[in-house]
Nanobody
């Protein structure tokens, strides 16, 4: 199993920036892809960005393209989400997740989850 711990959430004004981190431990050799999800109150959890663990391949939801950047440091087993130009609608609990299934990108293929970190963007 893979254990994931997020950090870096907080309160920021609209237009500001935050950087989230996700530290992975355990069976990290089994990670194929990692991603960041978010869930706002009353809404379904959505995938916002994903990155292959051993290849230069990234994916972004349209709502965050050009504002968010996903990256990883394999030596530290850590994934990041740099969030710029934040908007009030980015307010949510952000979760990191790992996909060990070696299949195509799909939210349903992520099988390890962190506990979540709150991001609040004030207007």
């Amino acid at each position: 199993q893979v254990q994931l711990v997020e950090s870096g959430g907080g309160l920021v004004q609209a237009g500001g920036s935050l950087r989230l981190s996700c530290a992975a431990s355990g069976r990290t050799f089994s990670i194929y892809r990692m991603g960041w999800f978010r869930q706002a109150p009353g809404k379904e959890r959505e995938l916002v960005a994903a990155i292959r663990w051993s290849a230069d391949s990234t994916w972004y939801a349209d709502s965050v393209k050009g504002r968010f950047t996903i990256s990883r440091d394999n030596a530290k087993n850590t994934m990041y989400l740099q969030m710029n130009s934040l908007k009030p609608e980015d307010t949510a609990v952000y979760y990191c997740a790992a996909d060990t299934k070696l299949l195509r990108l799909s939210p349903g293929n992520f099988d390890s989850w962190g506990q979540g970190t709150q991001v609040t963007v004030s207007s």
